[in-house]
C-alpha cells in the first residue's frame, strides 16, 4: 500500500491575476480544479491514504477536497517553501511508501499509474518523474540527467533544454525520503557557476543527495503531456492539453438521460459527442468535431462549436455564437448573439453581442458588447511579461489576454494583445487596454471632444 503527500501551500503569486482570491491548485483544469484532478486520479489508482499540505489560506483548497473521503489536511504554521511543507505531510502519512506530489502539477490521466507500476516493477527505493524541458523555461526548471537504463545520473538547479527537468513527482520509501528531507541545507547548491538558485529548499536535491551516497535514484519520463502551472498561461496550456485528451478519449457518442440532439443540427461526420444529462444541441447549429457538453449545456440558436470543445454543466452557445477548437467554457456560463470566444473561461463568465474575445477569463466576469481581443501585434511578436518584477517571454499563448476573477467591461474595450486585468477590477466602455491594469481598478477613458458652429452656411448650403 501507497500514501500520498500533496503539496499545496503557497499563494502562487507568479499565477496572478489569478491567485489573488483563491489558491493555484483550486484553479479548474477542464472544469476541474487542478488538485482535486490529481486527487481522483490517486483514488482510482488505489492510493487511498492522501495527506494535502495546506497553510493560513487552506478554506479555498478544503473547499473543493473536502467530499473525498479518503483525504486528511496538515497545515504549516509558518510557510518555509516545499521541503518544509514536505516535511508535515511525511510526518502524517500511514504506509511504508509515499508518493511526493506538487499540487500544480497537470498531467495525462495514465501518468500516476505509470509511476506506480514503475516503482513496483523496479523494486526500486526512490523514483522521479521526468519531462521534456520547454524551451524557455530552461532557467527555472531542475534538470535531470537519466541514463539509458532509467537511473538518475546527477539532478541540477537551473536546467537546460538538452536534459529532461523534475516533473514535480516522486515515489520513495518514507522514512527514507523524510531523512534526506530533514538534510536539506535551504537552497538548491547543485548549480552551474554563476547561477543564482532561489533562497528556499528544492525537494529534487534530496534524490541528488540520495544519489550522491549510493543510492539508485530511477526516473520515469512522464508518458503524457505535464504541465507545470506556474504562470497564467501555463493554465490555458494545462486546459487545452487535458481537454484534448478528454475529447480524444471518446471512442462513441454518448448521449445521457434527458439529453438530445435535435434532427436538424449539423453534425460534422465521426464527431463523437458527449452530452451530460439534460444536455441540448439545437436545429440549425454547427458541431465541427468531437465534443464534451456537460449536464444541462446548451448549443442553439444557430451556434457553432469548432472541434474539441468542452462545455461546463448548464454552460450556453447559442443565437449563432461561435466557440473556437479546443476552447473550455466553465459551467453556467453564456456565449451569445454573434459573440466568439477561444481560450478558457472559468465559471459564470458572460460573453453577449458580437464580442470577438481570445483570453483566460476567471469567475464571474461580464464582458461588454462588442469587446474585442487583439492577437497580433504589428511586429508578430509576443508581448513581454512582467512577473514579480521580472521581465519574460511566454513560451506559449502569450498573445492571450488575461483577466482575473470578478471583473467587468464596458462596451467596446479593445484589449492589445497579452494584457493582463487583475481581479475586482472594470474598465470602462471604449478603452483601448495597452498596460496591465491592477486589480481593485476602475480604467475609464478619457475622451476629447471639440465643438465648432455648424449649419447650412458652413456644409451643404
Not at 509515499?98 to 526500486?124: H, P
Not at 507545470?228 to 471512442?251: F, S, Y
Not at 465521426?270 to 444541462?296: E, F, P, V, Y
Request: hydrophobic residues 45%; proline residues 5%; contains cysteine.
Amino acid at each position: 500500500m501507497s500514501s500520498a503527500v500533496i503539496l499545496a501551500a503557497g499563494a502562487g503569486v507568479r499565477a496572478w491575476p489569478y491567485s489573488g482570491l483563491r489558491r493555484k491548485v483550486t484553479l479548474p483544469v477542464a472544469n476541474v480544479p487542478m488538485i482535486r484532478r490529481m486527487a481522483l486520479d490517486m483514488l482510482a489508482n488505489g492510493i487511498e491514504d492522501i495527506v494535502v499540505v495546506v497553510d493560513g489560506g487552506g478554506e479555498a483548497v478544503r473547499h473543493v477536497l473536502g467530499d473525498l473521503g479518503a483525504i486528511r489536511f496538515v497545515a504549516t504554521p509558518i510557510p518555509r517553501g516545499p521541503v518544509d511543507a514536505a516535511l508535515h505531510g511525511l510526518a502524517a502519512v500511514n504506509n511504508d511508501n509515499v508518493l511526493l506530489c506538487f499540487g500544480d502539477m497537470v498531467v495525462s490521466r495514465g501518468t500516476i499509474r505509470a509511476l506506480l507500476d514503475a516503482y513496483r516493477e523496479r523494486k526500486a527505493a526512490t523514483l522521479v518523474l521526468t519531462a521534456q524541458t520547454p524551451r524557455g523555461l530552461t532557467a527555472s526548471c531542475t534538470a535531470v540527467d537519466v541514463t539509458p537504463d532509467g537511473l538518475v545520473r546527477e539532478i541540477w538547479g537551473n536546467g537546460d533544454a538538452d536534459h529532461p527537468r523534475f516533473g514535480g513527482m516522486a515515489m520513495a520509501r518514507t522514512t527514507l525520503l523524510i531523512r534526506y528531507l530533514e538534510r536539506d541545507p535551504g537552497v538548491m547548491t547543485n548549480v552551474h557557476v554563476g547561477a543564482m538558485p532561489p533562497p528556499e529548499g528544492n525537494v529534487a536535491f534530496a534524490f541528488e543527495m540520495m544519489r550522491r551516497d549510493g543510492i539508485e535514484v530511477h526516473a520515469l519520463e512522464a508518458p503524457g503531456f505535464l504541465v507545470d502551472v506556474d504562470k497564467p498561461w501555463h493554465i490555458v496550456q494545462a486546459n487545452m492539453l487535458a481537454a484534448r485528451e478528454a475529447v480524444e478519449a471518446l471512442d462513441s457518442t454518448i448521449i445521457e438521460e434527458g439529453a438530445r440532439i435535435d434532427d436538424g443540427a449539423d453534425i460534422a461526420p465521426n464527431a463523437k459527442l458527449w452530452l451530460g444529462r439534460g444536455a441540448h444541441i439545437g436545429k440549425n447549429c454547427r458541431i465541427d468535431g468531437s465534443a464534451i457538453l456537460g449536464a444541462g449545456a446548451r448549443v442553439t440558436g444557430g451556434a457553432i462549436l469548432e472541434p474539441g470543445v468542452i462545455l461546463g454543466d448548464n454552460a450556453c452557445c447559442e443565437d449563432y455564437g461561435k466557440i473556437g477548437a479546443g476552447s473550455v467554457l466553465g459551467p453556467d456560463s453564456i456565449v451569445s448573439h454573434c459573440a466568439e470566444f477561444e481560450g478558457v473561461a472559468f465559471d459564470k463568465v458572460y460573453l453577449y453581442h458580437y464580442c470577438c474575445v481570445t483570453a483566460l477569463i476567471g469567475t464571474h466576469v461580464d464582458i461588454g458588447a462588442a469587446t474585442v481581443c487583439g492577437t497580433w501585434r504589428f511586429d508578430d511578436g509576443v508581448r513581454m511579461q512582467t512577473v514579480r518584477g521580472r521581465l519574460e517571454q511566454p513560451e506559449c499563448f502569450g498573445s492571450y489576454t488575461f483577466i482575473g476573477d470578478y471583473c467587468r467591461t464596458g462596451v467596446n474595450v479593445i484589449f492589445m494583445p497579452g494584457v493582463k486585468v487583475g481581479y475586482y477590477s472594470c474598465v470602462g466602455g471604449g478603452a483601448i487596454v495597452y498596460e496591465d491594469v491592477p486589480e481593485r481598478t476602475l480604467l475609464i477613458p478619457k475622451q476629447e471632444q471639440i465643438m465648432k458652429p455648424w449649419g447650412p452656411e458652413k456644409y451643404g448650403g
